[in-house]
């Protein structure tokens, strides 16, 4: 018999069912048992099945492909929605193989090569899941969100910048709480922006399921200096956009999310942080979020 929930990512309810011969090692449901739902009258707008599909499907026309390291990331268009596969840049061998409907709520395993019993298929989601939140009005952010005095900070920056070791020295230095070391996932609920936990974090291991208002942004930078400083207009419109992600071949849902960010940006202020990765670095950060009210 398959394993079958339902669970509650930010304000969406998602229904997950998984292998029947799951692995200690395989899947790590722990990371999902935080977001449980108990109430059985909650309604679910996405259905994830990693139970593997004997469904075949024939790609279409290409939407995207995209080298992530020794891998890569190919999207293909489908009458009724899109296979979105991972597989080997050197040789193209398949890893993994999904369908996700042209609505994005649904999303079904058709093939995993990956011979992990499931954990890679279940970290991948991690990738499917933004445009997902995009349709329900849900930004995703490449970034740590962590929570300081109450309120949410978004550090965001391209990989190996630094982000994920400032991030530490706040909870190192000033007991800062990391909700999600690779994902910030942010919406507007009654009128204010808040930031949401997810189950998947990248590298970092570190996700919560806990909400909390955005304070504000920091776009981090590595520099010789340790300086930190507000931007706006056009700068920090483009400087946030770099760290959304987002279906760029899906027009709806970019324009989506376009929208989204102007809104967030009307409220949110954007800190560029240029910094060594040092204890001042902390302090200069800061006295700058302590002057936003």
């Known amino acids: 018999m398959n394993y079958r929930s339902l669970y509650k990512l930010g304000t969406i309810g998602v229904s997950f069912e998984a292998y029947s011969d799951m692995k200690i090692w395989g899947i790590p449901l722990w990371k999902l048992d935080p977001y449980r739902i108990r109430d059985s009258k909650e309604s679910s707008d996405l259905s994830i099945s990693l139970t593997i599909s004997e469904k075949q499907m024939q790609p279409g026309k290409l939407l995207k492909k995209e080298s992530a390291g020794f891998f890569q990331h190919i999207i293909y268009e489908l009458p009724d929605g899109m296979i979105w596969q991972y597989e080997r840049s050197k040789n193209h061998?398949?890893?993994?193989?999904?369908?996700i409907s042209s609505k994005w709520d649904?999303?079904?395993?058709l093939e995993d090569h990956s011979h992990t019993d499931g954990h890679l298929a279940f970290e991948y989601l991690g990738q499917i899941i933004p445009p997902v939140?995009?349709?329900?009005c849900m930004?995703?952010?490449?970034?740590v969100l962590m929570e300081y005095e109450g309120y949410g900070i978004i550090i965001s920056a391209p990989s190996g910048t630094g982000k994920t070791t400032h991030a530490r020295m706040w909870r190192d230095l000033r007991r800062a709480l990391i909700i999600n070391g690779d994902r910030a996932a942010c919406?507007?609920?009654d009128g204010i922006w808040t930031?949401?936990?997810l189950p998947w974090s990248g590298t970092s291991g570190e996700q919560i399921n806990r909400s909390i208002p955005i304070k504000a942004m920091v776009v981090l930078e590595r520099n010789e200096e340790n300086r930190a400083f507000q931007i706006k207009g056009m700068e920090a419109f483009l400087s946030a956009w770099a760290n959304v992600l987002k279906p760029n071949w899906d027009t709806a849902l970019?324009?989506?999310a376009l929208d989204l960010l102007e809104d967030f940006l009307r409220?949110?202020?954007v800190i560029r942080l240029c910094c060594r990765p040092d204890a001042d670095s902390v302090e200069v950060l800061s006295h700058v979020l302590e002057g936003i009210r």
């Open 106 to 109: 649904q999303i079904q395993l």
């Open 139 to 143: 930004l995703t952010f490449h970034g």
């Open 254 to 256: 970019s324009e989506k």
């Open 267 to 269: 409220t949110i202020p």
């Open 187 to 189: 919406q507007k609920v």
């Open 195 to 197: 930031g949401f936990g």
């Open 93 to 99: 061998e398949l890893q993994l193989r999904y369908y």
């Open 133 to 136: 939140m995009l349709r329900h």
